[in-house]
C-alpha cells in the first residue's frame, strides 16, 4: 500500500493544495456573508438568501474541503514521516486551529440562522483576518521549516 502510495505521492500532494485554497476561500467567503447577512433586515426575504448561502457554502465548499485536507494531510504526513519534524508538529497546530475556527464559523452560521446577532459588523471583519494570518504561519512553517 505504501509503495502505491509513494507513486501518487505528487498527485496527492497536488489534491492537498488544491483542496487547502478551496478551504480557505470559503473561510474567506463566510465572515463576509456574515457581515452582509447581519445587515439584512431580520425575517426579510434577504435574511432566507443569506441563511441559504451559507449553508450551502459550510456544505458544498467547507466541509468537503476540510475532510479531504485533514485525510490528504495526514496521508502525506504518514508517507513523508513528518510526524518527527517540529515545523510539522507547529503546522499541525495552526491546521487545528483553523479546524477550530471553521467550527466556530459554522456554529456562528446556525446561530444567524435562527436570528440571534451576537456579533457586530467590525468584529467580523477582524475574524475574517484569521484565516490569512494562519496560512502565512502555515506556508512559512512549510516552505521554511525553521524547526
Not at 478551504?23 to 463576509?32: D, I, V
Not at 434577504?46 to 465548499?61: C, G, N, Q, T
Not at 517540529?86 to 487545528?96: M, P, R
Request: proline share 3%; hydrophobic share 60%.
Amino acid at each position: 500500500m505504501m509503495d502505491y502510495l509513494a507513486m501518487l505521492y505528487d498527485w496527492l500532494k497536488a489534491a492537498h493544495i488544491i483542496f487547502v485554497i478551496f478551504w480557505m476561500a470559503g473561510l474567506f467567503m463566510l465572515p463576509r456573508f456574515f457581515v452582509y447577512h447581519q445587515e439584512s433586515a431580520l425575517g426579510s426575504d434577504e435574511d432566507a438568501s443569506w441563511v441559504e448561502r451559507e449553508k450551502r457554502l459550510l456544505k458544498i465548499i467547507l466541509l468537503p474541503s476540510i475532510i479531504i485536507v485533514w485525510v490528504l494531510g495526514l496521508v502525506l504526513a504518514m508517507q513523508t514521516g513528518a510526524f518527527s519534524e517540529g515545523w510539522f508538529h507547529g503546522k499541525l497546530l495552526f491546521v487545528l486551529l483553523l479546524s477550530v475556527y471553521h467550527g466556530w464559523m459554522s456554529a456562528y452560521a446556525k446561530k444567524l440562522a435562527r436570528g440571534e446577532r451576537t456579533l457586530e459588523g467590525k468584529k467580523l471583519r477582524l475574524v475574517n483576518e484569521v484565516p490569512g494570518i494562519a496560512a502565512a504561519i502555515i506556508v512559512i512553517l512549510v516552505i521554511v521549516r525553521p524547526f
